[in-house]
């Protein structure tokens, strides 16, 4: 075997120019200029090859030689060193991928998926928020369970279904870089939650109105207003403040008014829109807004736009009521399940629920439209103090 370590580092800094060997193929050219480059010498596949491993000015002998004896290994392994450095610049490159761009890219790919293509930003708002202004410009490849414990260490009690979200957006995250063939480390999201711990806060349902007590409230929405009118359509329907807030007059054709699919929470993979049966108090309801209307749209805000979930929200807490808007969609729900023999499927239709599963309503087709435009019509009466007894057995199953 050729002799090895023939250079010393004092010896490099005074050579002349001209080519010395170290030994084991590992040479310095030094250049008449004075600087000098470390040049390793093999054979690979009967070829004889030589790689740079750098300037004097940036590697030292000791690491000249380190460096020498990892591609030495490669060539006893029979691998070409020099492709196989350009293989480990190529991961390298690949796993400098930072999480900002990852996650953006997986924002995008999953627009499809999301309401409104994800335009309200509900999806991508966690990340923004409290996950990339401190992980943002990491290679996703870096990314760690202490990372991720650091970023959301500060929200993880205070704002566990924040904090809940972030991290499960972010998973999402590591996974897409996974997909991109980066080296990410699938399982730091399950070991980062190890490190937080159990969430002390407990997620709170809406405060909602008791069904006894809705009639009252809906009595006092008697100003006309868009905000007035918008509450009792809200109450009347059972649907959520969003459909209700972009409702549009090309939307209701007789006593049904038709959401558009993609705009039903929870019904991301639905192709058919919701229709809402539209009783005789929400017809009523219906007229008064379209005096009011605004280029289509039912209720429209002040300035442009749609009224905001907000204002409706306002004007409960400035009656000093714990209940919001959604939860008249409890307050009607309680109601069916208390005055109400609704069979459980049509009870959740009419809350726009999905219900069963893909190939139980692969074969029922219906919507319980008719069956749901009774117990509307039911409820309006009950909304309206015109039903003072306790309804029982609207439908039969």
């Given at each position: 075997m050729r002799a090895l370590n023939r250079l010393s580092a004092k010896a490099v800094a005074a050579l002349t120019p001209g080519k010395y060997a170290d030994g084991g193929g590992l040479w310095f050219h030094k250049r008449e200029d004075g600087g000098g480059q470390w040049v390793l010498r093999v054979t690979i596949h009967g070829r004889r090859r030589e790689m740079g491993l750098g300037s004097v000015s940036d590697v030292s002998l000791k690491e000249a030689r380190e460096a020498a004896e990892k591609w030495r290994a490669k060539v006893r392994e029979n691998k070409d060193p020099i492709k196989e450095r350009e293989r480990e610049r190529r991961n390298a490159a690949r796993n400098m991928h930072l999480l900002k761009d990852v996650a953006l890219d997986a924002f995008e790919s999953r627009k499809a998926e999301l309401k409104g293509d994800g335009l309200a930003g509900r999806w991508f708002s966690p990340l923004q928020l409290h996950i990339l202004p401190k992980l943002g410009k990491v290679p996703v490849a870096a990314i760690d369970q202490n990372d991720i414990r650091e970023a959301l260490s500060p929200i993880w009690h205070t704002k566990a279904e924040t904090a809940r979200k972030a991290i499960n957006r972010l998973g999402i995250c590591l996974?897409?870089?996974?997909?991109?063939?980066?080296?990410?480390?699938?399982?730091?999201?399950?070991?980062?939650?190890?490190?937080?711990?159990?969430?002390?806060?407990?997620?709170?349902?809406?405060?909602?109105?008791?069904?006894?007590?809705?009639?009252?409230?809906?009595?006092?929405?008697?100003?006309?207003?868009?905000?007035?009118?918008?509450?009792?359509?809200?109450?009347?329907?059972?649907?959520?403040?969003?459909?209700?807030?972009?409702?549009?007059?090309?939307?209701?054709?007789?006593?049904?008014?038709?959401?558009?699919?993609?705009?039903?929470?929870?019904?991301?993979?639905?192709?058919?829109?919701?229709?809402?049966?539209?009783?005789?108090?929400?017809?009523?309801?219906?007229?008064?807004?379209?005096?009011?209307?605004?280029?289509?749209?039912?209720?429209?805000?002040?300035?442009?736009?749609?009224?905001?979930?907000?204002?409706?929200?306002?004007?409960?807490?400035?009656?000093?009521?714990?209940?919001?808007?959604?939860?008249?969609?409890?307050?009607?729900?309680?109601?069916?399940?208390?005055?109400?023999?609704?069979?459980?499927?049509?009870?959740?239709?009419?809350?726009?629920?999905?219900?069963?599963?893909?190939?139980?309503?692969?074969?029922?087709?219906?919507?319980?439209?008719?069956?749901?435009?009774?117990?509307?019509?039911?409820?309006?009466?009950?909304v309206t103090g015109q039903n003072g007894q306790v309804l029982q057995k609207v439908m039969s199953p």
């Amino acid at each position: 075997m050729r002799a090895l370590n023939r250079l010393s580092a004092k010896a490099v800094a005074a050579l002349t120019p001209g080519k010395y060997a170290d030994g084991g193929g590992l040479w310095f050219h030094k250049r008449e200029d004075g600087g000098g480059q470390w040049v390793l010498r093999v054979t690979i596949h009967g070829r004889r090859r030589e790689m740079g491993l750098g300037s004097v000015s940036d590697v030292s002998l000791k690491e000249a030689r380190e460096a020498a004896e990892k591609w030495r290994a490669k060539v006893r392994e029979n691998k070409d060193p020099i492709k196989e450095r350009e293989r480990e610049r190529r991961n390298a490159a690949r796993n400098m991928h930072l999480l900002k761009d990852v996650a953006l890219d997986a924002f995008e790919s999953r627009k499809a998926e999301l309401k409104g293509d994800g335009l309200a930003g509900r999806w991508f708002s966690p990340l923004q928020l409290h996950i990339l202004p401190k992980l943002g410009k990491v290679p996703v490849a870096a990314i760690d369970q202490n990372d991720i414990r650091e970023a959301l260490s500060p929200i993880w009690h205070t704002k566990a279904e924040t904090a809940r979200k972030a991290i499960n957006r972010l998973g999402i995250c590591l996974k897409h870089g996974a997909a991109l063939g980066l080296d990410v480390d699938l399982q730091a999201v399950d070991k980062a939650i190890a490190l937080l711990g159990k969430q002390r806060h407990k997620a709170q349902n809406v405060p909602a109105l008791d069904w006894r007590e809705v009639p009252v409230f809906y009595e006092s929405l008697s100003d006309g207003s868009v905000t007035h009118l918008a509450l009792r359509l809200l109450i009347l329907t059972g649907v959520r403040s969003g459909p209700l807030r972009f409702m549009t007059e090309d939307q209701i054709e007789g006593d049904v008014w038709t959401i558009p699919a993609d705009a039903m929470k929870g019904r991301k993979d639905a192709t058919t829109d919701y229709r809402v049966p539209l009783s005789t108090e929400a017809l009523a309801v219906v007229d008064q807004a379209k005096r009011l209307a605004r280029d289509g749209v039912m209720f429209p805000s002040i300035r442009k736009g749609v009224i905001s979930d907000a204002t409706m929200s306002r004007l409960m807490e400035r009656r000093q009521m714990e209940a919001r808007p959604h939860g008249f969609r409890s307050s009607l729900r309680d109601w069916i399940a208390e005055t109400t023999d609704t069979p459980h499927e049509v009870a959740e239709t009419c809350l726009g629920h999905t219900v069963g599963g893909s190939v139980e309503r692969a074969y029922r087709r219906t919507d319980f439209l008719e069956q749901r435009r009774v117990l509307l019509e039911r409820w309006s009466k009950h909304v309206t103090g015109q039903n003072g007894q306790v309804l029982q057995k609207v439908m039969s199953p």
